[in-house]
């Protein structure tokens, strides 16, 4: 067969299609193309290109043939493809789209399967990885696509680790916080990936890339007020309501946000800020954390959080936005946070001991009260103790600030921060 007449047929299948609507245009190369499996070519294609100007490798496994199902050659594509990926420091994207495997392969399959989650770990912390959810994806696929640092969903596609595709629905993985974003369509799961792919650094030695500065644009929220406009992508909406993560740009750098929505944060709360706050750790991209909190549900959920935030050591900015006492405060906003610094709102309240504590200490009889005097108690507490300008002159955050000029504190500060650099004990990885 000629080239051309190899190429034509490659070219028409639905992997191929994926990643041109992937890269951006005539910038896409494929990596050995024309490797066979059986009697046709390997069930997946592979390549490198461009993503809205930053360099990316991608592979999309080809339901056209065979139904994607993974073979040793496809596995070989794969392996060569993160190979080249951890050679030159590039994020990759995985687009998923498989029956399964090629069961008459047997052992050799299997093994061939596991080297490539085996490659695929090698990258983590290295290179961002993105799993784009297509088709089915189950089984070790699911293991595969799901130690991605961020899993995409089009309504069509199906995750999940039952060999029989039980489960695993678009809607499932979003209400278990495994889909960092779901789409209508592969269309626009693709498209996020573009945009997520964007805010993120080449690798956990370069820089984020910088784009255009954008001014804010208010919706209202918090965010709106100090990111450049339109540019947060926030990232598992619809799970654990009580914190909103995501990433956005601040005059064109990225930043990672972290924001609590006054309520008590549960397990998932707490797993889903941490999540955020090890990728931003791992790859040096700041993190600014919006806190308003009532608490914690339990001890298990406060420690996980705890950690994330006491090991990172990237750039940790927190604003106290609504209330901050005690062991949120603490967790998230004071000395357990090893914050670089704690900005508050004029209108914030402040105090590392809970308002009901401070009372106990201050004037016990107050809590002999009836329901309504005790209420009471507490809120001259909060008026008297825990105002901003309170919490600034005891030390226990740098600055107050209006919303109207939070933009600006927050760009003086990571400009300030720039160039952090904090050494930590040698260990291999922290036990919590």
Do not use: W
């Amino acid at each position: 067969m000629s080239i051309e007449k190899a190429k034509a047929e490659l070219e028409n299948t639905k992997a191929f299609r994926r990643l041109e609507a992937l890269f951006d245009e005539g910038t896409f190369s494929q990596i050995a193309p024309f490797t066979k499996s059986g009697d046709g070519y390997a069930e997946a294609a592979a390549g490198y290109g461009e993503v809205n100007g930053c360099p990316v490798y991608a592979f999309a496994q080809n339901s056209d043939i065979c139904g994607g199902a993974m073979s040793k050659a496809q596995a070989a594509k794969l392996i060569k493809m993160y190979d080249l990926a951890l050679k030159t420091g590039t994020p990759v994207i995985g687009l998923y789209d498989s029956i399964g495997a090629r069961i008459n392969e047997g052992i050799e399959m299997m093994t061939a399967y596991g080297e490539v989650l085996n490659h695929s770990g090698k990258l983590a912390g290295v290179v961002p990885q993105i799993s784009v959810i297509l088709g089915p994806c189950q089984g070790t696929a699911a293991l595969l696509a799901g130690c991605a640092d961020f899993v995409i969903m089009s309504e069509d596609g199906k995750l999940t680790v039952k060999t029989n595709g039980e489960g695993g629905s678009a809607k499932s993985n979003k209400e278990h916080g495994v889909s960092a974003i779901t789409a209508k369509d592969e269309f626009a799961a693709i498209e996020a990936a573009k945009n997520l792919v964007e805010m993120l650094p080449q690798n956990n030695l370069s820089d984020p890339y910088t784009s255009e500065e954008m001014p804010p644009i208010s919706d209202g929220s918090v965010i709106s007020d100090f990111t450049d406009g339109g540019s947060f992508v926030e990232l598992f909406e619809g799970y654990a309501d009580a914190a909103t993560v995501g990433f956005a740009k601040i005059e064109g750098d990225t930043v990672g946000v972290v924001k609590t929505n006054g309520d008590v944060l549960d397990r998932r709360a707490c797993e889903k800020c941490s999540k955020i706050i090890r990728f931003c750790d791992a790859y040096s991209i700041p993190v600014v954390t919006l806190a308003d909190a009532k608490g914690f549900e339990c001890v298990k959920a406060a420690t996980k959080l705890t950690a994330a935030y006491a090991e990172a050591t990237t750039v940790k900015i927190t604003v106290v936005t609504g209330e901050a006492y005690g062991a949120f405060y603490m967790a998230c906003a004071g000395t357990g946070a090893a914050s670089d610094l704690t900005i508050a709102l004029d209108n914030a309240s402040v105090s590392p001991i809970a308002p009901e504590a401070g009372i106990i200490i201050m004037d016990p009889k107050k809590l002999k009260t009836d329901a309504e005097g005790r209420k009471k108690a507490v809120e001259e507490f909060k008026a008297n103790e825990c105002s901003a300008m309170r919490a600034a002159e005891a030390g226990h955050i740098d600055s107050v600030t209006t919303k109207d000029e939070l933009r600006k504190a927050l760009v003086s500060s990571i400009d300030m921060l720039a160039g952090k650099r904090e050494t930590t004990l040698p260990k291999k990885h922290s036990t919590i």
